[in-house]
């Protein structure tokens, strides 16, 4: 089944430590995203991915990095710099940047 | 930032109701999706449209591409309790963001049995 998966559902750090947020697609899709949400607000850009080894800052980018070495593989590392890192992210990719981007399940990261 | 204004913000409605939710933009948009997302889960697109004035079903739901290409609408016939969720607005906002998918802050629903 083609799709967008996320990993690992939940997860708990201990404060300043780094973590690092899996996606993977094997929709074939060149552009990939990362948002952050918060209990009961909207979406908002972390970072985003146009091509392999391209990426750029979306609107909260500080405190957080992303590689994309594969076209299908976009991680999201949250830094100890990231003062308030608790949160539900969420990946989506889409075949090019203006059109229908697919998510994934989300993970639930708890830092405590 | 976010250029697309969803409207209302949240709704309580009773099992049975029907819905209409809105999303507007100061610019034009060339296409309009809808997504729903279930609490804890990722968005789900619902609809997709493409075309000025176009009217789209998904089975009670429907959408429209408003005339102007500055707004679109969503309405839900018949709630049920499942319906509950946020529902997104999203389009490829060729002004603000170099066609970059932007996304509305989203319509809280929910559904009293």
């Known amino acids: 089944d083609g799709g967008i998966t996320q990993s690992p559902k939940y997860l708990f750090r201990k404060e300043g430590q780094n973590v690092t947020l899996s996606c993977e697609q094997n929709l074939n899709h060149d552009a990939m995203y990362w948002y952050r949400q918060d209990p009961g607000q909207g979406l908002r850009l972390i970072y985003y991915s146009q091509i392999v080894n391209d990426f750029q800052k979306g609107d909260i980018a500080e405190g957080y990095s992303v590689s994309r070495e594969k076209k299908e593989s976009f991680p999201l590392t949250v830094t100890s710099a990231q003062k308030n890192p608790t949160a539900f992210y969420l990946c989506?990719?889409?075949?090019?940047?203006?059109?229908?981007?697919?998510f994934g399940q989300g993970t639930r990261l708890t830092v405590v | 930032g976010q250029q697309l204004n969803q409207s209302p913000q949240s709704m309580f409605i009773q099992e049975g109701e029907d819905v209409s939710m809105n999303c507007t933009s100061s610019s034009i948009f060339n296409t309009w999706l809808w997504y729903k997302q279930d609490p804890g889960e990722g968005p789900v697109l619902l609809i997709a449209l493409y075309k000025a004035g176009e009217l789209t079903s998904n089975g009670r739901l429907t959408a429209q591409f408003g005339i102007t290409r500055k707004d679109s609408f969503l309405n839900i016939s018949a709630s049920i309790p499942s319906d509950v969720g946020i529902y997104f607005c999203a389009g490829p906002d060729t002004y603000n963001a170099g066609n970059m998918l932007t996304f509305g802050g989203g319509t809280r629903l929910m559904v009293k049995p």
């Open positions: 989506a990719s889409s075949a090019y940047r203006d059109t229908e981007a697919f």
